[in-house]
């Protein structure tokens, strides 16, 4: 069979295929305004221009047109003054932020001050103490240099010092070697002395001796008879004399053990006073140091308190009343009753005296 | 060449091609604070650290981790214990010291308050005294590794601040200490 | 003669032991009990009255350790003016002293009678007549106690007076500081500052009107004043470093104040009026705990120039500083005592802190509390009691101990830690 070459025609192929890939992009540039609202409605900080097309309605555009143009006005007006806004508000961070930032920069240029003069005190301070170690090294090694001067002194002195003890002890030596010979000497001068005084007094009292025996045997003789004419009468006296002085001995013996049991009685009651008072006397914590008062106090035979006064004063009014109170409390002394009378004599007025021994 | 059988494909793919990208609808969400999150080397944080960080801390907690807790870099041990009645730095403790000396040299903008403790025995105005001997010597220490003055303070607590109540001598070994506060 | 001789020899004995006619008999030592005194409760005519002001005298009077009040069960009869007090009766109880009284209602007021008897001297001692109001009925229970306490020891009494104090409560980062001020027993507090940072230091004006404290709350220690009437308050320091101790001059226009801003706490005199600052001490020690005498001249403070703190006492006229404690190796927190002549401060020994009195002339240093973790000692205006800060188990606490040791007692403390105590002068 035949085949005709047909020339096949590109034109209406062309025409086709160009036709439909523009009605493809018609179609895909429809899409396109439909999906851009979405993203930009959720921007925060943005606000971007809403436009709407549609490519076939022309109608609708106008009015739609008219309608977007007025709202576009508005919203003109709103973005303008939003930026407005932003604008300012981000100057006025800008500003805020140079501030702190210079703020910043006065900080550090204080501290960098401060430490530079810290940092030059320490140096000066290290230098001085620096200066100040040397001059102690100095005057160290001047005071010891010093004292080795004076140590040579001193050892010089004591030798000087000892020299001169010696010299002074021989001195004290000789002197007393001449003394002991004066002395001696002295001593013999004075038994020679002594043995003839006693020489004299002995010569004189021989002869009284002698003289007085003359005189004896002649009273003697005078005596003898006088002797027995007082016997008798003397042995009478005597035995008379002997009674009372029996009688007397004994009273006196009684006196003197009755002023032995007084006085231990006496005793006893003194401490007994000293103990009670002691007990009952509460020492003011104001009382100072050395503080001391005398109290007078008077008793009746049965050993109540009659009077009880400061004779003398502490000085201190808490002080005085203390020791008061004190005596009031540990009365009566009922114990004086038991007392022998010569005793109880003693304590029908007496004074204690109050000073603590162990104040803080 | 002939042209004409390819022209067929080309075509289609040249449509798809313009459909393609005619479709994608772009990332142009909160795209002014997004340039942090886009560096390379962040630790992953960077996407949720973009809000709210000023520009001067952005700059400390950029640079790499080296084991941070709330910010990274600053070392994690900041308590050192003192003996009883003594106010030097223990030889365990000089690597700790050692470590915030260097990061406070790296970091000359960073700042922090030494806070001098003291356990409660004796009278309180006196342990304020102790509590600051011990802030200095630390301070002191820094300084010689070449921190600069005007990154440290120095506050004492005397025994107002105690970390541990109680009065044996475990509780006193650890009220007396230094905090280095950033 | 000689039958005579042992006669007279007899008499002779005899009147020589009635010869002392002047018998004085020494008595050396006393007991220190407390001074029995029996306080019956006033009468009211039957009116209810929202004090017990009996009850509030005896525990003042108690509290001071040198009174002992009979408890009123042994009271053997009730009178309730001069003229009802039998002598006898209250001998008979070995009661030295007898307070009587009566509370008549006028109106809102009351009007209190109360008189004191001595009961060995059988005389009236004391008697006086007072009007307060219903809030006032403490006020007047602790005048009565004052005069009470002067009238027989001698020494003012310091019952009406205030005490300020520092409360801390919590733990950790939530710990609640507080500033109190009160009556001397206890009652009647009310809190003047409230902070979450630590205060210290409190320290009474000379009149009784403003505390001068130091506050942390700006993140470092700071020294203010406060008006207590009004409130109000300045900041006074805010040096660099510590800003401590603050106390008052005697006359009221100066503070004495630790100051670290020079490199290490050193002592300050500022005047109050002109800010202006004079240095006291310039060493590399601690200086700190500054305290005025008495009569304005000189300043005691802690040091550890020696190696540990000890007091040193400096004189403000020839500037001459001179170490007052030898005793011990840790001597701090110095407070005179009002008549000058001897200090109050802590000594540790052995067995821990305590309150110690220094008698400046003699150097003899003498323990007065038997607790270990004692500090902050306040004298009391009247020099007869100190309180100070201790701990029980956990908690710290108030204590008061009398001037020599003997007496003390706990003040008793709600919630938390109580510590820094300052007691005020005289305020009538």
Redesign the interface.
Known sequence: MARAKKRVGYGLPVIL?VGL?VV??AI?LL??PA?DPE?TS??IVKATLVRTETATDKAQRAQEAQASAAEAKKQQKADQAEQAAARAEAEKQRQAAEAARQKKAEA?KQ??AE?QA??QAREQAQEAARRRAEEAKQAARQKAEAEKQRQAEEAARRKAEAEKQRQAEEAARKKAEAEKQRQAEEAARQKAEAEKKQRQAEEAARRKAEAEKKQRQAEEAARRKAEAQAKRAAEAARQA?EQ??AQ??A??EQ??AN?RQ??EA?NGF?NL??QA???A??????AGDQQRA?VRITLLPTGELVDASIRESSG???FD??????V??AAPFREMQSLPT?AQ???RE?????????V? | MKFVPYAKSLAVALSLAVMAGCSSTGGTQDGSFDTGSGAAGGAGMGGTNGQGVSSGQVSGSQLGGEGSQQQAGIPDVRTIYFGFDQDTIRPEFESVLNAHAQYLRNHPDAHVVLQGHADERGTREYNLGLGERRAQAVEQFLSVQGVSPSQIDVVSYGEERPAVEGHSEQSYAKNRRVVVAY | MKRLTPLLFGWLLLFSSLASADLTIQITKGSDQAIPIAIVPFATDGAQLPEDLSGIVESDLSRSGQFAPLPRDTLVATPHSADEVYFRDWRSVDSNYVLVGRVSPQGDQYRIRFELMDVYGEKRMLGEALTVSADQLRAGAHYISDKVYEAITGTRGAFSTRIAYVTAQGAGDKRQFALHVADADGHNGHQILSSDDPIMSPSWSPDGGKLAYVSFETGNSAIYVQNLATGQRVQLTDFKGINGAPVWSPDGRRLAMSLSKDGQPEIYIMDIATRKLTRITRNGAIDTEPAWAPDGRSLIFTSDRSGGPQLYRRDLNSDRTQRVTYTGDYNSRGRFAPDGKSLFLVHRDSRGFHVARQNLDTGRLTVLTDTQWDESPSVAPNGAMVIFATQRGNQGILGVVSADGKASYRLPSAQGDVREPAWSPFLN
């Not at chain 1, 006397?281 to 104001?286: E, H």
């Not at chain 1, 009343?321 to 004190?326: F, G, K, N, T």
């Not at chain 1, 007496?350 to 162990?358: I, K, M, Q, T, V």
């Open positions: 295929a890939h493809v992009l895909t899409r396109w999906s993203p959720s921007a550090e501290h960098e430490l810290l940092t004399s009372a002085l007397s001995i009273g006196e006196a003197i002023a007084a006085r006496a003194k006073v000293k008072v002691e007990q006397w509460i020492i003011p914590s104001s005398v201190n009014a808490a009343r203390s020791v008061l109170q004190a009031e409390r010569s004599r003693q304590f007496f004074n204690l005296d109050f000073n603590p021994e162990d803080r």
